[in-house]
């Protein structure tokens, strides 16, 4: 590297002209971490500023995505397609330089950060995905996937129960490519942090199985440098670099203070900082001595080539899994998935088990992940609850001394869930040279919400897992950021209702389907019987640029005959017609809409209302969000205008009102502690009150 401290005051100078022009943004942090930056993109990340995407590349995440000035600044620098007209945009409308780095937006990002603690924790996923591929698929004298994920993360961060619960997690399973240095600047908005951060990190990371260096003078190029060097041998654990910096260096009224934090210098002191720091250049004009010493786009252009040749002899070796490497790095599905979801929606029609949907979800699960070698499960402590084991899925450990996937471990038996549930078949022998595919993540909903979102963004694996639906709130900003960053991550979300009983209005989801309905991007499946389940199932890998949340029952639901299955994947079809019950010739009276169990509650309403000749169809909806994109023909089809509809759902009765409803089986207060009988009972979800609110429709 030529000049450190030049390379380091351009990030300073874009980072605080770029604030300034928007009059909007946080230049102490990037003016804090430039000489970081210096190091890692100078010495050690290994990148191709033409091709962004290129495999074998390190991964960097800006976990404190605040300091988005210093990452826009050294993908400018270093020959990203980003020109400087970008960094003068910076926060303005429709420009590549948002508030916040938005993956797929701006070249050379690879995660959307801005909620603390998130970023951290989609590195974890990132190198968590590294570590497997690199298990599957690497081969003596063929090493395809060996990179490095790094970390940028700041006192906010380390405050974010988040990053506990993933950092603990990245020790567990020894994540020895992932470094993490920490901008210990001891500023946040509020100040100072000593008087309400007194952690020590050091001894925190330690015992979460953490090698660590430092603490380090992070404003020292050379330091960081030397530190990342080390970091670098570790072969079992993940690294977290202590860097002390002072927030807003350089600028001389402002710097160590949290005035440097999260608002604009002002033109004056600007002027200052220039003189302090020795950049006599305008602002956004950067020397071409400057731009010279950061260019990267050769030795870029040389890292990815000798990678692309390192791959082809391993396709001359190894044709089969390069094939199947580079399909799954595409993101693309087998050629025979769709004969393998056919086969499974139609097996689950043709057996017709009443079964719980958190049954049927595992009945799918069995033939979708025997086909894909992709999926990779897990569960927040709750794998015999939620099902979300199978046999092709064997348990994911690793070596204690060595850090090593642990490769060939047999399927085992879940245990016990805390309520009454048969185990799971006797699993079956896993392949040779098979690593385990399902995660056992403890009790971190968030963590493994937001890894999980980590390991789509690299690439490589379709990321599941499973908790119980009223703890979804805890996923819910990680479920946000899915939504947001268009990213295929599958929510397993069992116990989806009252039908919980014993455990209580605490366990017992009352709200949550129709607030996870309202977010953007987000398809929400509450299916109500094996064939829509594995329908569901099937859409969801399909879903390449949206996540999905299934919500699953813990009682059994009684399979809903039918006459075809082509349009379940369209979210709502027609389940049953009038002339269904016997009345042929009677015109349609009114529409009863069903979600999940409560379809054979409709079913046994619309019984009870033919017996006193009221012809009544009753529509299947297993996903709101998936209707309500089909188009307005297909609508009026299944929901045909001037006839009453009444929906049922054990749920928030405000998101069925925009389809028109005449009434709303549901509840609007919280559960009660009771067998699930008792409730179904207690809160009037019995066909005669169905049919009872049908017919006071049908009246009014």
């Known amino acids: 590297m030529a000049n450190h401290a030049l390379m380091a005051n351009a990030i300073r100078a874009l980072a605080m002209d770029a604030v300034q022009q928007a009059n909007s943004g946080h230049p102490g942090a990037p003016m804090g971490m430039a000489d970081m930056a210096v190091a890692l993109w100078g010495d050690h990340l290994r990148y191709n500023p033409a091709n962004p995407h290129w495999f074998d590349r390190d991964r960097f995440v800006l ?17 990203y397609d980003l020109p400087i007209g970008e960094i003068k945009n910076f926060r303005k409308l429709h420009s590549k330089t948002a508030g916040h780095p938005e993956v797929d937006v701006t070249p050379g ?20 995905a590294e570590k497997l591929l690199a298990a599957e698929f690497n081969r003596k004298s063929h090493d395809i996937v060996d990179h490095h994920t790094y970390a940028f993360l700041g006192d906010g961060c380390m405050m974010e129960g988040i990053s506990h619960e993933a950092c603990a997690l990245a020790g567990a399973w020894h994540l020895n490519k992932l470094i993490a240095l920490y901008d210990d600047n001891g500023i946040s908005i509020d100040g100072q942090v000593k008087p309400w951060f007194i952690d020590n990190t050091e001894e925190r990371f330690k015992a979460y199985g953490w090698n660590v260096i430092g603490p380090i003078d992070g404003n020292d190029a050379k330091d960081v440098s030397k530190a990342i060097a080390k970091a670098k041998k570790e072969e079992s654990k993940p690294t977290l670099i202590i860097c002390k910096t002072t927030i807003g260096k350089g600028s001389p009224n402002r710097a160590g203070t949290a005035k440097a934090h999260g608002e604009a210098l002002g033109a004056e002191e600007i002027t200052l900082t220039r003189e302090a720091i020795g950049w006599p250049y305008p602002a956004f004009e950067i020397p071409a001595e400057v731009y010279a010493d950061w260019d990267h786009k050769d030795a870029g252009a040389k890292t990815e080539a000798a990678w692309n040749e390192k791959f082809a ?130 009790v971190r909903e968030f963590g493994m919400a937001a890894i999980m979102n980590g390991v789509a963004l690299h690439g490589g694996y379709i990321p599941y897992g499973g908790t119980f639906l009223t703890f979804s709130d805890y996923s819910r900003n990680a479920i946000r950021m899915a939504a947001l960053m268009k990213r295929r991550v599958i929510h397993v979300f069992t116990h989806d209702s009252i039908g919980l009983g014993e455990d209580g209005p605490t366990h017992q989801s009352i709200e949550h389907a129709a607030s996870l309905r ?51 994947s369209r979210g709502a079809y027609v ?69 009453p509809r009444i929906a049922v759902e054990m749920g928030c009765t405000g998101g069925w009102w925009k389809y028109g409803c005449a009434a709303v089986v549901g509840i609007d207060t919280y559960g009660e502690s009771a067998p699930a009988p008792e409730l179904f009972k207690h809160f009037g979800f019995t066909a005669e009150n169905v049919a009872a609110t049908v017919e006071a429709a049908l009246r009014d």
Do not use: C
């Not at 605040?66 to 400018?76: D, E, I």
């Not at 690879?110 to 990132?126: D, R, S, Y």
């Not at 019984?607 to 998936?626: D, E, F, G, W």
């Open 63 to 79: 976990s404190n995505g605040h300091a988005s000035m210093l990452l826009y600044s050294v993908l400018h620098l270093t020959g």
């Open 109 to 128: 990002v690879e995660t959307t950060t801005g909620p603390l603690g998130q970023g951290i924790t989609n590195a974890v996923g990132f190198a968590l």
């Open 313 to 442: 002899a391993y396709a001359v070796a190894f044709p089969d899994l390069a094939g199947e490497f580079t399909r799954r790095m595409k993101g693309e599905l087998p050629k025979n998935f769709h004969q393998v979801a056919f086969d499974t929606v139609v097996a689950a029609h043709t057996k017709g088990e009443t079964v719980a949907s958190r049954k049927a979800s595992q009945l799918a699960l069995e033939a979708f992940t025997a086909a894909l070698p992709e999926m990779l499960g897990g569960s927040a402590d709750l794998t015999g609850s939620n099902l979300t084991n199978t046999k092709s899925t064997a348990a994911l450990r690793f070596d204690a001394k060595t850090g090593a996937v642990v490769m060939n471990v047999p399927a085992v038996e879940a245990k016990q869930g805390a309520e009454d549930e048969a185990k799971p078949e006797a699993p079956a022998e896993v392949p040779h040279g098979t690593i385990g595919r399902h995660i056992n993540y403890g």
């Open 518 to 568: 309202l977010i953007p991007n987000l398809d929400v499946w509450r299916p109500g019987d094996t064939a829509e389940t594995a329908v569901a199932w099937a859409v969801a890998l399909q879903n390449q640029s949206r996540p999905t949340a299934l919500l699953l029952s813990r009682q059994n639901i009684a399979y809903a005959p039918k006459s075809e299955l082509g349009d379940i």
């Open 575 to 643: 389940l049953s017609e009038p002339e269904t019950v016997g009345l042929k010739s009677k015109k349609t009276a009114a529409v009863i809409i069903a979600t999940g169990s409560e379809v054979p509650l409709a079913l046994a309403a619309q019984k009870l209302l033919a017996a006193k000749k009221i012809a009544v169809r009753v529509v299947s909806m297993p996903s709101t969000t998936t209707f309500d994109r089909q188009d307005l023909a297909y609508k009026k089809a299944v929901l045909p205008k001037k006839i």
